[in-house]
């Protein structure tokens, strides 16, 4: 299972933002699908999951457990990308 709860990155010292607020929750077997014009946030919401970039705001849940007390290297190697 994957929760964000309204995940943000920005960038520029805070005035762009590349993900505003994001929530979702993908349970586990489901298929999800991010789909979206180029530009509109789908990598970094993607590298947000596995920690290549940290988010701005927000918190972030896999199969329960807070992404960010895990190392960023033994979260990828557990997840992949």
């Given at each position: 299972?994957?929760?964000?709860?309204?995940?943000?990155?920005?960038?520029?010292?805070?005035?762009?933002?590349?993900?505003?607020?994001?929530?979702?929750?993908?349970?586990?077997?489901?298929?999800?699908?991010?789909?979206?014009?180029?530009?509109?946030?789908?990598?970094t919401t993607l590298k947000m999951l596995n920690?290549?970039?940290?988010?701005?705001?927000?918190?972030?849940?896999?199969?329960g457990h807070d992404i960010r007390k895990d190392?960023?290297?033994?979260?990828?190697?557990?997840?992949g990308y």
């Amino acid at each position: 299972m994957i929760r964000m709860e309204n995940i943000s990155k920005t960038f520029d010292e805070g005035t762009t933002f590349a993900v505003h607020e994001l929530s979702l929750e993908v349970a586990r077997g489901e298929t999800f699908v991010l789909l979206g014009s180029s530009g509109c946030g789908k990598t970094t919401t993607l590298k947000m999951l596995n920690r290549l970039l940290e988010p701005s705001s927000g918190r972030i849940w896999i199969n329960g457990h807070d992404i960010r007390k895990d190392d960023p290297v033994e979260l990828r190697r557990s997840i992949g990308y």
